[in-house]
């Protein structure tokens, strides 16, 4: 009597394969749900650091070129008020930031909103603070 050679997944077979990496996607999908918002945090943080940096670096140079213990700059940038970044902190940053994400309120403030939520920092050129 001759056994047959299997050459092929049986039904059963393919049905647990398919439901293995249904579960194991559904269990993924949230963590890269929160992928997205994650990195939109990360933009934001890292312009803020960057626009604090420039803040201080833009004190420094003044200490150095007119000596005494510096000033900080009056304004970030000139974009018109209620203007979404296009150059923005562009006073403090080489070449300034371009993102859509951000928006020029007035000379002193800015609004950030990525999408669910809007937040407010203001920058005080008394003492150089972007909070």
Known sequence: MKIRD????????????????????????????????????????????????????????DMVTNGGTGSYPASLDANADASACATCFSTILANGISDSSWTRTNATTYTYNDGTTTTTYTYSSANGTFQ
């Open 6 to 61: 299997s050459k092929g997944f049986t039904l059963i077979e393919l049905v647990l394969v398919i439901a293995i990496l249904g579960i194991l996607a559904v269990t993924a999908l949230p963590k890269f749900m929160d992928l997205s918002t994650e990195a939109k945090q990360s933009s934001r943080d890292g312009v803020i650091g960057a626009v604090r940096s420039g803040i201080a670096l833009y004190r420094a140079n």
